[in-house]
């Protein structure tokens, strides 16, 4: 089982250039997500997708866009990038967006800025 | 404004002691609670999760986490750590007082020296 992948890996951007972070899962959840993970700051939402169709704004959606392109695929687009925007992001989906449900993370992406 | 605290940033410790890492958060409403583990190089992946019932939670890997709700905490404990559980642990919260999205705390970094 494959579960939440992530492409790319790495990637080194310029400032001003764009950039799309791909997201797909095989899990056929509902709900998928985009994170950011700077140190010491934990994770924090970017944006979420409670079902296709639909995308919410998290708590830093600043300088994002995404696309649910289906029920699998979810990505996430840096239009101009910013060496603010220089972090690790993951990819997560979980079973419904339910309190309950646990969200599973991809690899990550580490993404650098300069 | 609601959040998840993790008052250990870095820990050290010794093969066989035991490990308490604290984590508070300043939500109202019903929540559910969850740690998650991320060894060097890979995803987040679950430890374990508190929806209700006994407070006492036994996740993977021998730790286990009590949700004490008069102090807003959810410590994640293990009686003798070994130098495999050297990884960064954290805490996540979900409330339906935010909007249903779940906030990490910043993160805690153990190293277990062999």
């Known amino acids: 089982n494959a579960g939440v992948t992530q492409t790319p890996k790495f990637q080194v951007l310029k400032t001003g250039q764009s950039m799309t972070l791909q997201c797909a899962q095989d899990m056929n959840h509902n709900s998928m997500y985009w994170y950011r993970q700077d140190p010491g700051m934990g994770l924090r939402l970017i944006y979420y997708?409670?079902?296709?169709?639909?995308?919410d704004k998290g708590e830093v959606p600043n300088g994002y866009n995404v696309s649910r392109l289906n029920k699998r695929e979810f990505s996430l687009r840096l239009e101009s990038a910013a060496p603010s925007q220089t972090s690790v992001y993951f990819c997560?989906?979980?079973?419904?967006?339910?309190?309950?449900?646990?969200?599973?993370f991809g690899d990550g992406t580490r993404l650098s800025i300069l | 404004a609601q959040s998840v605290s993790q008052h250990n940033h870095h820990v050290i410790l010794s093969e066989a002691a035991s490990l308490e890492l604290g984590c508070n958060y300043s939500?109202?409403?019903?929540?559910?609670l969850f740690w998650y583990v991320q060894y060097p190089g890979q995803h987040l992946q679950l430890l374990l999760k508190?929806?209700?019932?006994?407070?006492l939670v036994k996740g993977i890997k021998g730790f286990e986490a009590e949700f004490i709700k008069s102090k807003f905490s959810f410590n994640l404990r293990k009686p003798s750590v070994q130098w495999s559980d050297t990884a960064e642990y954290f805490c996540?919260?979900?409330?339906?007082?935010?909007?249903?999205?779940?906030?990490f705390g910043g993160g805690t970094r153990l190293m277990v020296k062999p």
């Open positions: 997560a989906s979980s079973d419904g967006q339910g309190r309950s449900q646990p969200q599973h």
């Open positions: 997708s409670a079902s296709e169709g639909t995308t």
């Open positions: 939500y109202g409403g019903t929540v559910n």
């Open positions: 508190y929806f209700s019932g006994d407070p």
């Open positions: 996540a919260v979900i409330s339906n007082n935010a909007g249903n999205m779940l906030t």
